[in-house]
């Protein structure tokens, strides 16, 4: 990815998942999904769009996958790859959810609020972005870190993308650019949590001997 990454696929020193710096970062993380789950969700129903309901309900799943990694941070790697199992369940169960709310709503008609959708795109965006940048030096720990990571990676291109959406809306006065927006949000969220999956899978195998 970065050019400044080295060449090993293992957390530097100090960046485990014991480093007390990284546990307080996580409930940072976890307060500000919090808070902009309730923010996103209002918005989401008070301006008709489905990108941001999606983006609310990641919002509210990564809370959840944030207490789950809070309580497994002293376990040893088991607990931590079954976590990280439950977190990409999770993931997969979002992205499907997303894409059929967006197929659904295609045939529903009406047109979603582009303001409140580019003004609440942009704070969630300053959101994850300040989250994604503390968690940037434990992106390559194991699954359950991982998944972490990719969460907010993806909470933050999801964000951008709303944000284009509401552009597209504002544009074309249809709802199909927050539509398409919900379908790539969700197709992103299934892709990344199979891609946990297989690395937590392959984490416990050698204690299923």
Known sequence: MSAHCDHHHHPAAGTGASNPRYRKVLWIALAVNLLMFGVEVGAGLRSGSVSLLADAI???????????????LASGVVWRARAALLKSASMLVFGLFVVARALWMATQGGTPEAFTMGSIGLLALLANGGVAVTLYAWREGDANMRGVWLCTRNDALGNIAVM??????????????????????????????????????????????
């Open 58 to 72: 990641d919002f509210f799943g990564d809370s959840a996958n944030y207490a789950v990694t809070l309580a497994v």
């Open 164 to 209: 284009l959406a509401a552009l597209g809306v504002f544009g074309t006065g249809t709802a199909w650019p927050d539509l398409a927006v919900a379908a790539v949000m969700g197709t992103l969220a299934v892709t990344s949590g199979w891609s946990v999956l297989r690395q937590a899978r392959h984490e416990l195998k050698p204690v299923k001997t």
